[in-house]
């Protein structure tokens, strides 16, 4: 493994049109700033609104249990006027579904910005390096790294994981094959590198809590540049999470997107208080119980959460992770003020 890659500051531009505000949550750190030639690293539309200033919405989208792909392009055709990216999971949940590099392939093709998830579970170093030049080659630019559940919480608990590398030596893998055109084993890339915008994930909500901030900053040493997070319902604890975040400086150095989901009702918010790592304060479940219509009020209360969201200071934007609800997508993100989405070169 090559030595870690330092993070790099991020780079301030111009604000953009619509839903685009400079200095969401405070001033853009402006370290870094050249030329557009300089200052992005690859085709991701996602890296240029991020760089240029924007706050950005990504948006998921879940492979199906088959090998049928209307499903996706449909709801990439719904998402890729009202998002600046689409992830696409690697069979989430450890079930097994349609490859995320097919899916990605299938929202490109409507028109979309598709965002590959790739997970260290069930892949060596050797093929994840193979998977990432085959996402390269069909075009696919952002990519985040992932550990991936654990087997025994899908449909094939008897399988055995991998790990052969953890999602942090992934970040840094990646971040050598692009920036030093270099394989893992020390091999040069002799041409056509891989020119990814890599991403990866951070759960805010996990214990021991001031932990948490040590492991995003790992990743941002070994060159992740953009970090989703998990759902967010506990909105206070967010707060503390990033006031931990600015002061170890880590929002100078990567661009976070508060993640949320969009619940249907209280039962789905009496569950996800089960799922290790998340916290549903009990206020909002009694909100959602004494509405007369549950989806409606899931709609309002992630709305209020994005436009209190903005106003965190080192927060670059949202990744809506509307679960099996990709419909309710655009209404959110105009509710919430972010539309049109900034037009980038």
């Known amino acids: 493994m090559s030595a870690a890659i330092a993070a790099e500051p991020k780079v301030a531009g111009a604000a953009g049109t619509g839903g685009a505000v400079a200095g969401a949550g405070g001033t853009r750190p402006a370290e870094g700033a050249g030329t557009p030639e300089g200052k992005y690293k690859t085709g991701s539309r996602l890296e240029r609104v991020l760089r240029d200033g924007h706050f950005a919405v990504t948006c998921e989208i879940g492979p199906p249990q088959s090998a049928k792909s209307e499903k996706i392009r449909e709801h990439a055709g719904v998402l890729k006027d009202v998002s600046d990216g689409q992830n696409l999971t690697d069979n989430q949940t450890a079930i097994v579904r349609l490859c995320s590099m097919a899916a990605a392939v299938h929202v490109k093709a409507a028109g979309g910005e598709p965002i590959m998830q790739m997970t260290a579970r069930d892949r060596n170093r050797i093929a994840i390096q193979a998977d990432i030049l085959g996402a390269a080659s069909l075009g696919i630019h952002n ?39 270099k394989f893992q084993c020390g ?4 041409t056509d590198e891989p020119r990814m915008f890599v991403g990866a994930a951070e759960n805010p909500f996990g214990d021991p809590f001031e932990f948490r901030v040590r492991r995003l900053a ?28 600015r002061d170890a400086g880590l929002d100078e150095k990567v661009y976070i997107l508060a993640g949320l989901t969009p619940a249907k009702s209280d039962k789905a918010l009496k569950y996800m208080q089960t799922v290790p790592g998340m916290k549903v304060p009990d206020e909002l479940i009694k909100r959602m119980a004494g509405a007369e219509d549950k989806k409606a009020e899931g709609v309002k209360i992630t709305v209020e959460m ?4 903005r106003e965190i200071k080192g927060v670059a ?26 037009r980038v070169g």
Not at 187 to 190: M, Q, T
Not at 306 to 309: F, G, R, S, V, W
């Open 306 to 309: 994005i436009q209190a969201i």
């Open 143 to 181: 990519l985040v790294c992932l550990g991936g559940d654990h087997q025994t919480f899908g449909n094939h608990p008897g399988a055995r994981n991998v790990h052969d590398i953890d999602s942090i030596q992934m970040i840094q893998m990646v971040r050598a094959m692009r920036d030093e055109r």
């Open 218 to 245: 790992k990743k941002v040493a070994a060159g992740a540049e953009f970090i989703q997070t998990q759902c967010i319902f506990d909105l206070k604890r967010f707060e503390e999470f990033m006031k931990m975040v």
């Open 317 to 342: 934007g949202v990744h809506v992770m509307a679960i099996a609800w990709e419909s309710i997508v655009p209404e959110i993100v105009e509710k919430a003020g972010l539309l049109p989405r900034p």
């Open 187 to 190: 091999d040069e890339i002799k």
